[in-house]
């Protein structure tokens, strides 16, 4: 049984940090693209970051340069380090698992990111 399971999530004032965690099971993690997802209240889904198996990275132009994304496959975990937070970060977020040669992919739960004052 595969599981995604975020943490980290929760309220912080604008400028602020949060670091989310994805620890995955019932997968060979390291083969797997690992990508952060959020979705607002209204809008659709939208791709934040991704890391491949390899490590390289991509991210969507609103967050580059005040997240990082990084994986350790020893603990078959994912992590999204969130800085200089806006209101406008606030979302849901989604850890997602791809493996890019079947195209199989799972998510996670989601955890609520709030950036408020």
């Known amino acids: 049984q595969v599981q995604l399971v975020e943490s980290g999530g929760g309220l912080v004032q604008p400028g602020g940090s949060l670091r989310l965690s994805c620890a995955a099971s019932?997968?060979?993690?390291?083969?797997?693209?690992m990508a952060w997802y959020r979705q607002a209240p209204g809008k659709q889904r939208e791709l934040v970051a991704a890391?491949?198996?390899?490590?390289?990275?991509n991210y969507a132009d609103s967050v580059l340069g005040r997240f990082t994304i990084s994986r350790d496959n020893a603990k078959n975990t994912v992590y999204l380090q969130m800085n200089s937070l806006k209101p406008e970060d606030t979302a849901v977020y989604y850890c997602?698992?791809?493996?890019?040669?079947?195209?199989?992919?799972?998510w996670g739960q989601g955890t609520q990111v709030t950036v408020s004052s």
């Open positions: 890391i491949s198996s390899g490590g390289s990275t």
């Open positions: 019932g997968i060979i993690f390291s083969i797997y693209t």
């Open positions: 997602n698992a791809q493996n890019i040669f079947t195209r199989t992919e799972y």
